[in-house]
């Protein structure tokens, strides 16, 4: 038994496209955004010395009963919102789309838009998401379905 060398040679790669360079820089400039907030939030933290001033130095105009109030749902939001998403990222989607339009349809716009820049585009009409999923799919014989 003889063996040939493989002779072939890779396809050559796709030369980037316009849509290669917004994805670019889209990423780099939330990154860029991301590095601004972190610096501004440890600027923050620094200027009123501990977390728990955050809140009345941020909104010191008002009420501070009030601040405190708004500071924890927002606490308790982000802490729900965090633990749903790593407790089931099957319903994710749809939660999401849920709430995106529940946003836009009570007028908030910017809210609803920024939820849907997550969201993967919608399958094309009348085309199922499962439609053509088989990794995972194993054919078994017997039992109960």
Not at 20 to 44: F, K
Request: proline share 9%; no cysteine.
């Amino acid at each position: 038994m003889t063996t040939q060398p493989d002779t072939t040679t890779p396809a050559p790669a796709a030369e980037p496209g316009p849509a290669d360079a917004a994805r670019l820089l889209d990423e780099r400039i939330v990154r860029s955004a991301d590095v601004l907030y972190a610096h501004l939030t440890a600027g923050t933290l620094e200027a009123v010395g501990r977390p728990r001033l955050l809140p009345t130095a941020l909104w010191s105009d008002a009420d501070p009963e009030v601040v405190q109030a708004i500071w924890d749902l927002a606490l308790t939001v982000g802490w729900l919102g965090g633990q749903r998403a790593a407790e089931s990222r099957r319903w994710e989607h749809e939660r999401l789309r849920s709430a995106r339009d529940e946003l836009s349809a009570a007028g908030y716009v910017a809210m609803a838009e920024r939820i849907a820049r997550v969201l993967p585009a919608p399958p094309p009409a009348g085309v199922h998401p499962a439609d053509g999923e088989t990794a995972g799919l194993t054919a078994v014989r017997g039992g109960r379905s």
